[in-house]
């Protein structure tokens, strides 16, 4: 399988903070959400390494033997294991609620209200669909992702190049693409964006403004856009990919470990790349769990990203 490899950055990274990022450039080999849940029953079809390798994404941990038997000349590195959080979305939005403990979902309620008393009557939620409508949730939503966390520290916002614009109209001008806003009278507070995978709507982007983020905004569209898609009675996943988070966590119904990491030719360079980062990863566990004891974790995470 040809797959054109794309500059992918090694990145060094301490919580959501890079401090190094060192390019490569690598074929990408993922593993939807249900060839990730058929294990290594469904792997897809390996694409043609790049120059540098391969960038493999979200890949079941009972999987990993048999990929790495496909290439036993590359150095695998930059291992990221954990798990990969979604929503069966069987039954109602209530079946879906009864999950949570009554705690969690007074809390839940509670955030809810508090935003929407902090907004006033401006307070607004709205669904983009239709081509027209991604035209106004991308020129309210990319200022907004501008400011973020994600967009500043990590290159992580909505993208908004024009290929990257034209790509998300052509999703929804095929129905593959639900998008969420949740505004104020001053503009745009949190934007959600999910495109879809046969029945799988896949969480894409998220982002909040940091000036409201102690009112909660991402968990409060998060929790009305879901309630949203159980209503539209189309989809059999909602799929939170690659990465931990006390956000997947907490919304999440299911999880199955996965990893991902990278495959590069064993040259000398890329070699050294793969000791650095170990090197790397290693100290700043031995850091975090150091913190962790001292009780100083939560501080040095505001300050990252900050």
């Not at 540098?52 to 990929?67: E, F, K, Q, Y």
């Not at 290439?71 to 009864?98: E, T």
């Not at 495959?263 to 170990?278: F, Q, S």
Request: net charge positive; with cysteine.
């Amino acid at each position: 399988m040809k797959d054109t490899p794309t500059p992918t950055p090694i990145d060094f990274t301490i919580g959501s903070r890079r401090f190094l990022s060192i390019p490569r450039r690598l074929a990408n080999w993922s593993f939807s959400l249900e060839q990730a849940l058929a294990g290594s029953a469904s792997i897809p079809v390996a694409p043609e390494p790049g120059p540098d390798g391969i960038r493999v994404l979200s890949a079941p941990l009972t999987a990993l033997p048999t990929l790495l038997h496909r290439f036993p000349d590359h150095v695998i590195g930059a291992r990221q294991d954990y798990p990969r959080h979604y929503v069966a979305m069987v039954g109602s939005f209530d079946d879906y609620m009864g999950r949570f403990s009554s705690k969690t979902r007074s809390t839940l309620k509670r955030k809810a209200r508090k935003l929407e008393s902090a907004v006033g009557p401006t307070f607004a939620i709205s669904e983009h669909r239709s081509p027209a409508e991604i035209e106004r949730f991308l020129s309210r939503a990319a200022p907004l992702s501008a400011l973020t966390y994600q967009a500043r520290l990590l290159d992580a916002g909505l993208p908004d190049t024009p290929e990257a614009t034209r790509g998300l109209l052509a999703l929804a001008e095929a129905d593959r693409l639900r998008c969420f806003l949740l505004e104020s009278g001053d503009g745009p507070l949190a934007y959600l964006a999910l495109p879809i995978e046969g029945s799988t709507l896949i969480y894409a982007h998220l982002g909040y403004h940091p000036d409201w983020s102690r009112h909660s905004p991402g968990t409060v569209l998060q929790m009305h856009a879901l309630e949203r898609l159980f209503e539209e009675a189309r989809f059999t996943h909602f799929d939170f990919t690659e990465g931990d988070g006390a956000h997947k966590a907490m919304f999440g119904t299911h999880s199955l470990r996965c990893a991902s990491f990278v495959l590069l030719a064993p040259t000398l360079t890329n070699r050294a790349i793969i000791a650095a980062r170990g090197a790397f990863d290693t100290s700043v566990a031995s850091a975090r769990a150091l913190a962790q004891r001292s009780g100083a974790l939560g501080r040095i995470r505001s300050r990252l990203r900050a």
